[in-house]
């Protein structure tokens, strides 16, 4: 069902007390935000999907449409499935476009929000519509409603819970009860928690000792920030906002440097800034966690819509040859996880890490399973402290030729660990060199740390069949579309097995190899529009005879029916 | 309590002989020494450049990061570890043209470091290019006709991003060097030098004796206020820029360090990363 109305006052508000209530009752939820770069004015929307069972996928058509304005309705009321419902704003007149097969709802919205006090509790009104249709017990919906407004006292309470059950009889009695073919199956019951991948890898961030985030607001990533600026200080860090993408990265390089957990956030136009800094990271050999939340580019391109078009700057950005990790979580419990074990693997390895998500993963709001932050242990590596005494004029020897080629690391401040550190080609203690024996041993030492390195889950794997007709490989926020995809396809016939790639970059080459070889087809999926992905499956892998891609740019993310319809149209 | 000696290391600088970098080296270990640090508690941060090599010539943890960057840098590290004693440095190109973004912004943060500029008024490294601190006129292979731009000044930018401790020295005046520095690294708060530091190689208008000639010590004025920044303000524009000394310093502002809300005083890089079930369980709270 769907939301939808120009950004006024209070639209944005809609979904929470429905959702949170939804979540409590046990359902699955998946949200998608439809949204322009502006701050007031313009369409928006808010698709939230309800089920019993998983779903990680925005669904191809509507079944309950909401409008506070008749714009809305002849944008939308197309991707209504036949029989669908329409719940309007009596104050506009609502009519449906023709052709439309729907039923429409004109509810006294406003007129009911105005007669309770205020035009701001419109949103009331029509959450307690919607619901009373799905036939949904009001209780569970007013206590969400209770929490959210307690804290403004009984009296704003009351008005809010009058406004959901005076728009769920109005409604009612329009439709002559609740719609039987919308009801809601009793859901499992059992605790998720609901979220946004930006809140899940605020939330890692903090499990994962980072107590310093240095970042420059940007959409899709601010909400990490904005999250860790409200709970940092409870935990003695601190979030600073800097004056642009390029102090973010380097303050988070020297807080990493002098033994801090600390990270930055961003999207394309702030990751092109933060290339430089990346490779001082990698050359210093020092910890630094990026998140690039994908939009769409290039340059500002689409600052609000979907994309997945940086791999290539992740894998390829920088000057010079550094090691670096580009990891990929494809699930709000991902985004919790994989941060954690970001901040893992830059102080083990002493590397950048990128974290790769896209607009859908950073802002669908969606269930997620309970996370358990126990799950991955804090590791930091080589961390030496109480180092001994040194010989006069001896420095620590910071970047020490090692089997691994991870050098021991001391933090400023310790006593026997004096040592310099420097992007300019350096010796074992971290002075300059040009030498060109150490140049080559020490670039072969940076580059052999990463060799072999997978983080958990590389790739994720669904594969049913030994030989299946198709391999869908995707990354990012498009497994679940892909998942139902094949579920459409399984139903014709068509076999198929699921690679999520997880890992990047280094690629998990030998990890793959054997789903490539025994599919009769490979289709990769990517939200952009040269292949990246599939680029570094036939760069580490091979197969490109055999690889065939599924692209989408517009700005929006594929939908089941777009994905299985491709899929028919193979060749 | 370290000498200053303990301060140098056996590291050969690759600056020119007479190079006005020399006497800076030789000022931050004095006075890191007449302050009572340790090499272990002093992080040198520097950008790059001529200049930037200076974070390797100090016995003392040093950091030479990329091209106008040094600030930002010592920042984080400031941030991390507030025990520290922090000082970033690098020329006139670094902090004021690639790097002026962040020259404005640290110093209006105010977090509580040290920022020398070794001003030379050209770009050495590179062979001899026109700097921001060029005058107009000034003939370098960028500019064989002459600068066409104006030369901006730092000690104004500074006053008017909101500095709370503005000085300038002179390369010659090790003396005087040494003792700001010292002040620098006593004020609670960001401490700015900008030091005339003359390159011998590239640059045969702004040499040694030319700024004995057009400088003038504040020493000369005994009613001279530093806390007044109109009066600061007024003495850089009638000396055009050409003044030594401590030019303005606020000591009522807290630094940002002491703003944070809840920010631990003990370095935050000490502290445990782990949290507890407890906290772990109100953090999710709020999304059941």
């Known amino acids: 069902m769907e939301d939808r109305g120009s950004a006024r006052g209070g639209r944005r508000k809609y979904g929470p007390h429905f959702s949170t209530a939804l979540n409590r009752l046990g359902y699955y939820l998946y ?10 004015g313009g369409h928006t929307n808010n698709k939230i999907r309800i089920s019993t069972k998983p779903i990680r996928a925005i669904s191809d058509d509507l079944d309950i449409l909401v409008a506070f304005d008749q714009e809305s309705i002849d944008l939308n009321s197309h991707e209504l499935r036949p029989g669908g419902v329409v719940v309007a704003d009596a104050k506009f007149n609502p009519t449906l476009p023709d052709g439309v097969d729907a039923r429409l709802f004109a509810v006294p919205i406003t007129a009911i929000a105005e007669e309770l006090g205020t035009s701001l509790m419109k949103n009331m009104v029509a959450s307690g519509a919607s619901w009373a249709l799905l036939g949904l017990p009001l209780e569970v919906f007013n206590k969400a409603v209770e929490e959210e407004f307690g804290r403004k006292g009984p009296a704003i309470v009351e008005k809010n819970v009058e406004a959901v059950k005076r728009g769920a009889e109005y409604v009612l009695e329009l439709a002559g009860g609740p719609l039987e073919e919308f009801r ?5 019951g059992r605790q998720k928690l609901f979220m946004i991948g930006n809140e899940a890898i605020g939330l890692g961030a903090i499990v994962a000792g980072c107590r310093i985030m240095s970042a420059y607001p940007i959409t899709p990533a601010s909400e990490i920030m ?5 709970k940092l200080p409870k935990f003695g860090g601190t979030v600073i906002q800097t004056e642009d993408e390029i102090a973010a990265a380097t303050m988070a390089i020297g807080a990493g440097y002098a033994g801090v957990r600390a990270m930055t956030a961003s999207a394309g136009p702030g990751l092109s800034l933060m290339m430089e800094s990346i490779g001082l990271s990698g050359m ?44 990929a979580p494809a699930s709000i419990e991902d985004c919790f996880y994989d941060t954690i074990e970001a901040f893992n693997m830059a102080e083990k390895y002493q590397v950048p890490v990128i974290v790769m ?27 030496v402290k109480d ?21 021991p690391r001391v933090l400023p401040g310790e006593k026997y660990g004096l040592h310099h550190v420097t992007g300019v080609e350096h010796d074992e203690a971290g ?24 983080i958990r889950e590389a790739i994720r794997v669904d594969a049913p069949h030994e030989a299946p007709d198709l391999l869908m490989i995707g990354m990012g926020s498009t497994g679940g579309t892909i998942d139902e995809a094949r579920q459409r396809l399984a139903a014709d016939g068509v076999t198929s097995n699921h690679v999520t790639v997880r890992q990047i970059h280094p690629f998990p080459a030998d990890l793959l190899l054997p789903y490539l070889k025994s599919a009769k087809r490979i289709v990769v999926l990517e939200n952009n529009a040269t292949a990246q992905l599939a680029a570094q499956i036939k760069l580490h892998c091979g197969f490109a005879d055999n690889i065939r891609s599924i692209l989408k740019y517009d700005g929006t993310p594929f939908l089941p029916s777009e994905v299985y319809k491709a899929c028919k149209e193979l060749n | 309590m370290a000498t200053f000696k303990e301060f140098r290391n056996n590291v050969k600088p690759n600056w020119c002989p007479g190079c006005g970098d020399f006497s800076v080296q030789a000022a931050i270990q004095r006075a890191a020494a007449n302050v009572g640090l340790e090499p272990e508690g002093l992080a040198v941060v520097s950008g790059i450049g001529c200049s930037g090599r200076i974070s390797g010539y100090i016995n003392a943890y040093g950091f030479h990061g990329i091209h106008g960057r040094a600030l930002p840098i010592a920042q984080g590290v400031k941030l991390a570890n507030r025990e520290l004693t922090v000082i970033a440095s690098g020329g006139d190109g670094d ?47 960028s500019t064989p006709e002459g600068s066409i731009e104006t030369s901006l000044s730092p000690l104004e930018i500074a006053l008017s991003a909101g500095a709370t401790f503005v000085a300038q020295s002179f390369s010659s005046d090790l003396k005087q060097l040494t003792l700001l520095i010292e002040e620098a690294i006593k004020h609670k708060g960001f401490s700015f030098i900008n030091v005339f530091s003359p390159c011998v190689t590239f640059n045969k208008v702004n040499t040694y004796d030319w700024f004995k000639e057009n400088i003038v010590n504040l020493d000369q004025f005994p009613d001279y206020d530093p806390t007044n920044r109109v009066a600061a303000m007024n003495k850089i524009m009638e000396t055009n820029g050409m003044l030594t000394g401590l030019i303005y310093q606020d000591k009522t502002r807290k630094c940002y360090e002491d703003l944070i809300p809840g920010f631990a005083q003990e370095a935050l890089a000490k502290q445990s990363l782990d949290i507890t079930r407890e906290q772990f369980d109100n953090l999710l709270a709020e999304f059941k």
């Open chain 1, 31 to 40: 949200g998608y935000r439809h949204f322009s770069s502006r701050i007031k």
């Open chain 1, 226 to 230: 904005e999250y860790l600026i409200k």
């Open chain 1, 184 to 188: 809601l199956e009793p859901a499992d």
């Open chain 1, 431 to 454: 002075r300059p060199s040009e030498n060109a024996q150490n140049r080559q041993k020490m670039m072969d030492k940076r580059l052999k740390k990463l060799k072999g390195v997978y």
């Open chain 1, 284 to 327: 210093t050999e020092t910890p630094l966690v990026i998140v690039d939340t994908q939009r769409g580019g290039p340059s500002t391109g689409l600052p609000t819509k979907q994309e997945q078009s940086d791999l290539n700057a992740m894998v390829y950005g920088t000057h010079g040859e550094i090691p670096k990790l580009v990891i």
């Open chain 2, 95 to 141: 902090g004021f043209a690639i790097g002026m973004g962040h020259t404005v912004h640290a110093i209006r943060r105010n977090l509580d470091i040290t920022y020398i500029v070794m001003d030379n008024q050209i770009y050495g490294l590179t062979k001899g290019q026109t700097s921001p601190r060029s005058a107009a006129g000034f003939k370098t292979k």
């Open chain 1, 387 to 407: 180092a001994p005494p040194l010989e006069p004029n001896e420095l620590f020897k910071r970047y020490e030729f090692t089997e691994d080629g991870v050098s």
């Open chain 1, 357 to 383: 998500t896209d607009l859908q993963l950073s802002l669908g709001k969606q269930s997620c399973e309970m996370l358990d932050y126990e799950k991955i242990p804090i590791e930091r590596g080589k961390l």
